[in-house]
């Protein structure tokens, strides 16, 4: 069955203290792994598309990385406005390229 | 969200009642998705469409309609509500390659 697993369920950061995301999938056929950003209340925001092993993509104080079983989010000194849920979503190539999401991590920074 | 218009915001319904969702784009894509979230499990798709004309039934399409009005809009239509279909729906449709979905704000069904 193909699967999509975010870890840490949830993450807390002091401001400035640098960390990583997980997604780990097992699919077959990976047509591309997408990281999204959801504010409270509001619809997911995209931020990366990553399509193969050893790809990276940065935005910021972000980095995603790709490998052929997971993919990390890195974020570098991160600031309170960084806080935020973080979901990763794959598409492997079904129907009309449909994604599969993770549950996604929420990540609070501190002052 | 630019590109992607859902109404209403916010719905409360009484068990039985039908209601339906509504969404727009202006991205010109062919494509457009209904998605729900609910806490701890993630977005799922309930009913996409590939053009105008065309749907298909997702991961978790029962006690659901959809209907793709034209290019622009796609609807998505409770026969009957029940409290199992209180959630947070987004429809989306894509960017263009390489840019993932653009999501609508989110429509806040709760029935009960």
């Known amino acids: 069955e193909d699967q999509v697993t975010q870890s840490p369920e949830a993450l807390r950061l002091q401001e400035g203290e640098s960390s990583s995301l997980n997604c780990s999938y097992t699919?077959?056929?990976?047509?591309?792994l997408f990281w999204y950003r959801q504010d409270p209340g509001k619809g997911p925001e995209f931020l990366f598309t990553?399509?193969?092993a050893g790809e990276e993509k940065e935005k910021e104080r972000l980095k995603a990385t790709l490998t052929k079983k997971e993919s990390f989010l890195h974020i570098t000194a991160p600031k309170p406005e960084d806080s935020a849920t973080y979901l990763c979503?794959?598409?492997?190539?079904?129907?009309?390229?449909?994604?599969?999401f993770g549950k996604g991590t929420k990540l609070s920074v501190k002052p | 969200n630019a590109g992607v218009t859902q109404t209403p915001k916010f719905q409360v319904l009484k068990t039985g009642q039908s209601m339906t969702l509504q969404c727009a784009q202006d991205?010109?894509?062919?494509?457009m998705y209904w998605y729900r979230q609910d806490p701890g499990m993630g977005l799922r798709l309930i009913y996409y469409?590939?053009?105008?004309?065309?749907?298909d039934k997702g991961e978790v399409p029962n006690g659901y309609n959809v209907s793709r009005l034209n290019k622009r809009e796609f609807s998505l239509r409770l026969e009957s509500a029940a409290p199992s279909q209180t959630s947070v729906y987004f429809c989306?449709?894509?960017?263009?390659?390489?840019?993932?979905?653009?999501f609508g704000s989110g429509t806040r069904l709760t029935v009960v």
């Open positions: 990553l399509y193969s």
């Open positions: 989306a449709t894509p960017r263009g390659r390489g840019y993932g979905y653009t």
């Open positions: 979503a794959v598409n492997y190539g079904g129907s009309q390229g449909n994604l599969i």
């Open positions: 469409s590939a053009s105008e004309g065309t749907t």
């Open positions: 699919v077959s056929g990976l047509r591309g």
């Open positions: 991205m010109n894509h062919n494509s």
